[in-house]
């Protein structure tokens, strides 16, 4: 029994290494392709098949082999569906091979079902604890093996059962052994591909990048002073073909003098002493100088000069010792005409974000800044300031009447007007909110913001934008006026409560008008 034991397992092992060969690639994947799962299950529920037929008949009904290690191994590979397709396996070969539906058959077959579902199960639970799956899994084939021989041969099970425990035993521990070895070998092999892919791709990357930017100059030189790299950019930079440059030893340092001297017979210093100078004179440099970014003036292999500006860094190997230098020049010139183009940009995009999109005056976050920095001024010197805030009578109904675009042009001419009637200085006329405006008039007492004031609400009046709506047929404007006069420190959330209260004060006292806080200014226009 124990040779057809041992010479079943020698089956399970080989089949071990046949299974690897054929997936091993996907043993390291954490979430396997579900047809992987299902070919890899069935491989396994065919071997369990081939043991079962080499298995050793202890009487009519009882076999003896090492099917239960077929479905804990499938486990491991799939989890539970792969563990059940293999128990299906077991359980039709068990009752198609040997003798058909019986007691016995039936009681294998439930001891399958019970180690796959055990043996799925542990594979879900300790899916990182490789070595506690195998013990429960092993320990759970001895608990089937062992119900189900004292089932079906009674006392006599506990004269086979030692020996075949032995056998399981070793063989769990060497097929487990196995499956850890095989995943850690396929594991580092897909590592090392991808490692390999990674390197090749970032080797490509890296000569993708060096190549295309035909704008910098990448030029980098051993220790002698060989250039070892030169880019397409560095050819159109410094005039020199790369193919004459790169490899060929163009230039050797002296080590002593520190200055460099015509290469070898292999290179390019046939070329002349003026191509010779024009590139030495710039990896001289390179390798001379300090590991910083620096403004030189370079001369191209035409002898025209142009400032540049270049980063030098030495390139270390991974002791840390330098085997070389690497600079990156680009010419100063290109560089200047960008920051100049961002400054310009950013200086529209500044301008753009303080001024309303529709109107084309300052915006709510524009009028803060003005108020903060004016009320802040006047409490500094203790002068004055005041406040308008404005809107336009019934604009709702103007809307309604007229369309969103009329509504729009509307607003369009009272900024403007506004616009065309501050003092001339620091007044700041803005969009506050929907029709609603803000004029900042720093210095300014309240007879001073009282004549603006009029000044727009009259100019609006003047222009008589025809509205139905309205009393007087035409569009006109409600305005409130707050001061800030030596020695208050009323703050400017203070000053727009007042100057809103004085706004609402002009509307009930019946629109087109200017109303001062805290008083009513000024008279209805005529029509």
Known sequence: MINTLIANFALLTAFLFFFNALYGKHEADGDKPRRIVVYGAISYGLFALVLMYFSVRLDAHALLDFRQLMIVCSAAFGGPIAALITAAFVMLGRILMFGGVNDASLIACASALVLA????????????????????????????????????????????????FLVMAIGGIIVSGLTAYFSTANRLQLELRASERRYRQLHMLQQSILQSASDVAIVAADLTGRVTLFNKGAEKLLGYDADDVVGRGILRPQAAAGVVIAADKTGVAQAGARDIDALSDFVQRMMYGSEDEHEWTIKRRDGIAFAANVI??????????????????????????????????????????????????????????????????????????????????????????????????????????????????????????????????????????????????????????????????????????????????????????????????????????????NSSVGRPSAN
């Open 312 to 517: 030098v860094s030495h390139v270390l190997d991974s002791d840390g010792e330098v085997i070389g230098y690497m600079s990156v020049s680009t010419d100063i010139t290109e560089r200047k005409l960008a920051e100049e183009k961002l400054m310009e940009a950013n200086s529209l995009l500044q301008k753009l974000s303080l001024l309303d999109g529709l109107t084309g005056i300052a915006n709510r976050r524009r009028f803060d800044q003005a108020l903060r920095a004016a009320w802040t001024t006047a409490v500094s010197e203790d002068s004055t300031m005041s406040l308008i805030l404005f809107d336009i009578d019934y604009f709702k109904k103007y809307n309604d009447a007229y369309g969103h675009q009329a509504g729009d042009d509307c607003l369009i001419q009272v900024a403007a007007v506004a616009m065309a009637c501050l003092r001339a200085g620091s007044d700041t006329a803005a969009r506050y909110g929907g029709e609603e405006f803000g004029v900042i008039l720093p210095g300014a007492d309240a007879e001073e913001a009282l004549v603006v004031a009029e000044r727009i609400r009259a100019a609006i009046f003047d222009l008589a934008i025809p509205h139905i709506h309205s009393p007087t047929g035409v569009v006109t404007l409600s305005l409130g006026i707050a001061c800030q006069g030596p020695g208050s420190a009323t703050g400017e959330q203070r000053l727009i409560a007042l100057a809103d209260a004085a706004l609402y004060e002009a509307k009930q006292s019946g629109r087109n008008r200017a109303a001062m806080a």
């Open 117 to 164: 579902a055990g043996g799925g199960a542990m594979s879900r639970w300790l899916p990182r604890r490789p070595g506690r799956f195998w013990l429960f899994s092993i320990a759970l084939c001895m608990l089937c093996t062992a119900i189900t021989f004292a089932i079906l041969l009674g006392e006599q099970a506990m004269d086979i059962l030692p020996p075949f």
